[in-house]
């Protein structure tokens, strides 16, 4: 069994876990229940009243658990495979992470409709914040002690609650969308800005203050992404980032897609990380199924993901030279993007979107010369990087805008849920692809380059390093490809292999269901993580032993990167501000979701 | 024709003369706007604009066609007066300045006595341009663009005229064709390098161009002052950065490379060749250099350009005292 893909059994026969054992000797009776799953963590349902207790105690324990890397809530109420849970009508679940140790754990919290509040945990985990603002957003659970639960994806307008199971997904089930005039001064008046409800001076010493609006449409807010800034001059005394205008309800539109037919939604997650994003979710939906790939399943998967890595991080470069003032980097990376978009056409026929990934394989094996288009583009990239660096990256006055600006130390990073790149320019260490390898990374031979200072110019160096580093990965996968099939041979593999389908009915039986019902997988919960493009995305995916899933969450790692923001930005001045941003490399797509 | 007394007949060729310089100077500011786009285009491995008339040579009659007739918008809440009355300065101070400049031994507007102190005059007029409409435009991005405008010219417009005493000292008149003649055997380039060094920076920074456009700073400001203009209220801004730039680079070579003068070539030739490699030069910048923070431009003027240039001026003086004494 390889490491990325355990079993049912093997979760249900792991070892007593010291961790779980400590929390039942402390908290007693507080833990009621330990759950069964295949999220590959111990999932623990807590008591409400004793869940602050619990949370704090796992932070403080040496080595313990300082990131909160997930946050949401499951609406149970239409679920009919329980198997022993507590009973709850809405749950709201904790994912906490422990760097040091490389493992997390789950807690989860049951609600009943009528009384559906929970202690705010904004005081034991300060980035709690937005995702409780979420959850309130989405399913209407009330935190108690939470220092401003206002909607944060919907418009503040809205009544209702999405993600809950009463809510219509589909538009056709609402009335005719309209806007008056009466409605649309209402919905601007609304995103008024007003100082002091966030605790804000509006003026200091007899000076004003200027709110500046950055966005939601600015050059470089990068997307749909407001920012209120506090101005004195030029410095920001402080900011407010507003989010939501990307918002499209991906979560809920998984609820009612097959396993199958959800996979294209999933590229437009990140949309700069293309199959990248299909990863997290078909792994998470193969641990349901029980399925294991075949190894040159896994190497494919790894060579397209990392090649939209560097596509990706192209992007970033440009852009965050952009930023900085430098206006020709940006077409120079596009160059290069448009050199790995030919090679990504080639194999999988698309360039930004692909959906390439299939339950149990890939969409197609690799065409007739592929690895010749491959090594094009390997032998072509690393000469341009260097480019790079001596013009940019070595030039004074890119330095001199990059280095110690927004400088955060790997505490801060941990305490904000910062992840991937953002991370170890802070010189932290973790890499899913080394500490978790998943998909067969495991086989391969790179680095994982590090920073120092944890500053703009941190962030850009690094992204240039990971390039090389994906470039050698790939280079590997070009020299030592493993024969065999691209789809693994499971009932489940959905499609099943259309070779196959031609000439046994048996298949072509498997085939018409698969496509028109959708597989049927067994009601279990799942989790897989992966190193994308922005830091770790995660998918967490329930199963009520249907066609659909009941609730997919969608961890996404621009999400707290944005939340982040204002603790850094507070006595930096706007170009710095600009750097900043540029130098986080967020999508809003990947925000919103 | 008894009215065309030769008097009479050297005012209208004046006046003629006055009409074309005036003319040359908005078009060719206007023909750089296409020649930045290729060129950028050039540099950065793409075409630029190539598709309208032959190699892209009607872009400019499509783009004056466009902003001509696009809707000329003021803003409700503009202080509509200074709002108009700000890209009018902005195109004029710098189009009056094209006056002083000896193009030729038998071209120029104006053989004026004091015309260096004219040209810093109109750039002082100008910064009221930047800030009436940064002021005007009622809006926060415009403000902030209008105050880095106003605190960046003046900064570096202390400089810039003392980057040029130098030269004056050493010519011992203001006047703009003494200059030229001043530098018959030497162009000043050699003697007054580090007045050259301080007069571009400063130039660049008046004309708010790359990597000195703070005031306009896209990723940051998003156009800065004139981001509420629209049509041909816009157009002036635009044309007048770029009328600056060509003032500026006639301006360095009139000062620093002997205008008109040189060997084989007719001399207007020599002063169209000296210009455009300096337009091509603010283009260059633009295109390679990423911009500095603001603060850091200021410190750089006050810190580093204006003890140069007072060096400079020193020694000047001294080496000329030197010579008289001797």
């Known amino acids: 069994m390889s490491v990325g893909t355990p079993t049912l059994e093997a979760a249900a026969k792991r070892a007593p876990d010291d961790i779980v054992e400590a929390l039942r000797q402390q908290f007693g009776d507080a833990i009621t229940c330990e759950q069964a799953s295949l999220t590959g963590m111990p999932v623990l349902w807590v008591a409400r009243d004793k869940l602050l207790k619990v949370m704090g105690y796992l932070r403080d324990l040496s080595d313990g658990f300082r990131m909160l890397f997930d946050l949401s809530c499951i609406d149970e109420r239409l679920r009919s495979h329980r198997r022993g849970l507590p009973d709850a009508d809405f749950t709201v679940f904790y994912h906490l992470l422990s760097i040091n140790r490389n493992r997390d754990i789950m807690l989860k919290v049951g609600l009943a409709e009528s009384d559906a509040s929970l202690p705010s945990c904004t005081a034991v985990y300060v980035n709690a914040n937005w995702y409780e603002r979420e959850v309130w957003d989405m399913f209407g659970v009330e935190f108690r002690g939470h220092p401003r639960l206002a909607r944060i994806l919907m418009p503040p307008t809205w009544s209702g609650h999405p993600l809950r199971k009463d809510y219509p997904a589909r538009a056709t089930e609402f009335d005719p969308y309209t806007l008056t005039v009466a409605g649309q001064n209402t919905e601007q008046q609304a995103l008024k800005f007003d100082p002091e409800s966030w605790g804000m001076q509006r003026e200091r010493d007899g000076s004003e203050f200027m709110f500046l609006n950055l966005g939601p449409n600015h050059p470089s807010a990068h997307g749909a992404f407001r920012l209120v800034l506090q101005l004195d001059g030029e410095e920001v005394i402080d900011c407010v980032p507003d989010i939501g205008y990307h918002h499209r309800g991906a979560e809920k539109m998984a609820e009612r897609q097959s396993w199958h037919s959800f996979i294209p939604y999933t590229d437009r997650i990140d949309y700069t990380g293309g199959v990248m994003n299909n990863l997290p979710y078909v792994l998470a939906v193969e641990k349901l199924a029980g399925i294991q790939v075949p190894a040159r399943v896994e190497t494919i998967r790894v060579m397209m993901a990392e090649l939209f890595r560097i596509s990706s991080h192209l992007l970033f470069l440009g852009t965050y030279l952009q930023d900085l003032g430098a206006m020709t980097p940006v077409f120079f990376t596009f160059t290069d993007r448009q050199k790995a978009y030919e090679v990504i056409e080639g194999i999988t026929g698309f360039r930004m979107h692909p959906a390439w990934y299939r339950i149990g394989g890939v969409m197609q094996d690799l065409p007739r010369g592929w690895d010749r288009l491959m090594q094009g583009f390997l032998d072509w990239m690393p000469a341009r990087l260097r480019e790079y660096e001596k013009a940019m990256m070595e030039n004074a006055i890119v330095k001199e805008r990059t280095k110690h600006i927004a400088a955060f130390t790997t505490d801060d990073a941990l305490t904000w849920g910062v992840t991937g790149p953002n991370l170890r320019a802070t010189g932290c260490d973790f890499d899913l692809r080394k500490k978790r390898p998943y998909s067969g990374y495991q086989n391969f031979d790179f680095e994982v380059p590090l920073g120092h200072n944890g500053d703009v110019f941190d962030r850009g160096q690094l992204r240039i390093d990971e390039m090389r580093q994906s470039l050698r990965i790939i280079q590997q996968c070009v020299n030592n490809m493993p024969a065999g099939d691209y789809k693994a041979d499971h009932p489940l593999t959905t499609p099943p292999p259309r070779e196959r389908m031609l000439q046994h009915i048996e298949t072509l039986i498997t085939h018409f269901l698969q496509v028109s019902w959708g597989p049927v997988l067994k009601s279990n919960e799942s989790m897989q993580m992966i190193e994308a493009t922005k830091g770790i995305n995660s998918y967490y995916l329930t199963s009520d032993g249907n066609t659909m899933s009941y609730r997919t969450r969608i961890r996404t790692p621009s999400f707290p990167h944005l939340q982040q923001i204002p603790s850094l930005m507070r006595g930096g001045f706007v170009p710095d501000l600009i750097a900043h941003l540029g130098s986080i490399d967020f999508v809003m797509a990947d925000v919103d979701r | ?326």
């Not at chain 2, 008149?173 to 920076?201: E, H, K, Y």
């Not at chain 2, 490699?277 to 350009?305: E, H, N, Q, T």
Request: charged fraction near 10%; include cysteine.
């Open chain 2, 1 to 326: 024709m008894s009215w065309l007394t030769p008097q009479v007949a050297a005012t209208l060729i004046a006046i003629a003369q006055a009409i074309v310089i005036l003319l040359a100077a908005v078009l060719i500011g206007a023909v750089m706007t296409v020649v930045e786009r290729r060129l950028l285009g050039l540099w950065q491995d793409r075409y630029g604009p190539n598709r309208v008339g032959p190699f892209g040579s009607l872009q400019l009659v499509a783009d004056m066609i466009k902003i001509f007739f696009k809707e000329d918008w003021i803003p409700p809440f503009a202080d509509r007066r200074l709002f108009v009355l700000a890209p009018s300065i902005a195109m004029a101070s710098l189009l009056l300045s094209f006056m002083i400049i000896p193009i030729t031994p038998g071209w120029g507007v104006a053989d004026l006595y004091i015309g260096l102190l004219f040209f810093f005059a109109m750039a002082g007029i100008n910064v009221y341009a930047v800030l009436f409409g940064g002021w005007a435009s009622g809006n926060k991005y415009a403000l902030i663009g209008a105050m880095r405008a106003s605190a960046q010219t003046l900064s570096y417009e202390v400089f810039m005229g003392l980057a040029l005493m130098g030269v004056v000292a050493t010519t011992g008149s203001f006047n703009m064709r003494d200059i030229v003649a001043a530098q018959a055997d030497l162009w000043f380039i050699v003697p007054q390098f580090f007045g050259f060094c301080t007069f571009l920076i400063a130039g660049i920074a008046v004309t708010h161009r790359h990597p000195f456009d703070q005031p306009e700073a896209e990723q940051e400001l998003a156009d800065g002052y004139h981001v509420e203009y629209s049509s041909m209220k816009f157009g002036m801004f635009f044309i007048g950065e770029y009328v600056g730039m060509v003032l500026v680079s006639a301006l360095i070579v009139t000062l620093f490379f002997g205008g008109w003068q040189g060997p084989w070539l007719p001399p207007i030739l020599w002063f169209a060749i000296k210009t455009g490699v300096f337009l091509v030069l603010f283009i260059l910048l633009r295109a390679s250099l990423p911009r500095p923070r603001y603060d850091r431009v200021m410190s750089f003027g006050w810190r580093i350009c204006l003890p140069l240039t007072l060096i400079n001026l020193l020694v000047t003086g001294a080496v000329i005292l030197l010579n008289t004494s001797a």
